[in-house]
């Protein structure tokens, strides 16, 4: 078994509001977790902690449960580690804010049967067959929403966790009904990997090359390897700029099983 995994900020200024974890559990199989931290437009949010320290806590949590209980299915662990992040800020913070802090969510957990897999919201999962054969696992809810409403952050809150909207992972558990599930038999994955926006727009937004050759990448050179190459691209005056940010927080982790 082979894992891999980088991690990069945007922006000297600002911290990295990612989080990137991997566990092999002595039980055996191996989990895969990252999440790519919402950054909410300025002004009032009604938490005093911020998204950096609610990504650590969600992830620490999703990677802990994730190895050591096997008898949960991702959704339900999903749904703990947001009603226990809750817990942590609940009598400081009010979570009813719908900017509260929240994240994108994928995990992947294997063991000698199957690989299970959970996305919620814009990063991506990679599965690979044995033939080499790539499958994007992708929610798409909110690349759905128009770029005009996007641009106007009222009409983004009104969609934010909501019917007809998108989801992402905040203070309500209920969102883990929400998320993309699913599970493969172990034989017909090789290799996982999980992207956060910041990594994955070397494919879906500069259109570099497809899901297969990102992977390639990732094998060849690495999670630093591929958030380099965009980061090149982003840097490169002769590319126009990605939507929202130049550069944005952007991280890999990558699996061979």
């Not at 994928?106 to 080499?132: C, I, N, T």
């Not at 770029?147 to 009104?158: I, N």
């Not at 969609?159 to 034989?187: K, M, S």
């Not at 926006?197 to 899901?211: H, I």
């Amino acid at each position: 078994m082979r894992i891999d995994l980088a991690s990069a900020a945007g922006s000297e200024e600002r911290p990295n509001e990612d989080w990137v974890s991997a566990a092999i559990p002595a039980s055996g199989g191996g989990v895969l977790v990252a999440l790519d931290g919402v950054t909410p437009p300025g002004g009032e949010d009604g938490c005093v902690h911020g998204v950096p320290w609610f990504a650590a806590r969600l992830g620490g949590r999703l990677t802990e449960l994730s190895g050591s209980r096997r008898d949960m299915p991702l959704d339900g662990i999903l749904a703990e580690s947001v009603r226990a992040t809750a817990d942590a800020h609940r009598d400081t913070c009010d979570l009813s804010h719908v900017r509260t802090p929240q994240a994108t969510v994928v995990v992947v957990r294997w063991d000698e049967a199957y690989v299970e897999h959970l996305v919620l919201s814009d990063s991506v999962l990679l599965l690979q067959a044995p033939g080499g054969e790539v499958m994007a696992v992708l929610d798409d809810r909110l690349d759905r929403v128009p770029g005009e409403v996007r641009r106007s952050v009222a009409a983004t809150d009104a969609l934010r966790n909501a019917e007809g909207g998108f989801f992402t992972a905040a203070a309500d558990p209920a969102v883990a009904a929400r998320a993309v599930t699913g599970r493969t038999p172990r034989g017909q994955v090789r290799a996982v990997a999980a992207l956060t926006d910041g990594a994955s727009r070397w494919t879906d937004t500069f259109g570099v090359g497809d899901w297969a050759e990102c992977l390639a990448v990732l094998r060849k050179e690495g999670a630093q390897g591929l958030i380099g190459r965009v980061r090149a691209i982003e840097s490169d005056p002769s590319w126009p700029p990605a939507r929202y940010k130049r550069h944005d927080d952007a991280s890999a982790v990558y699996a061979e099983l």
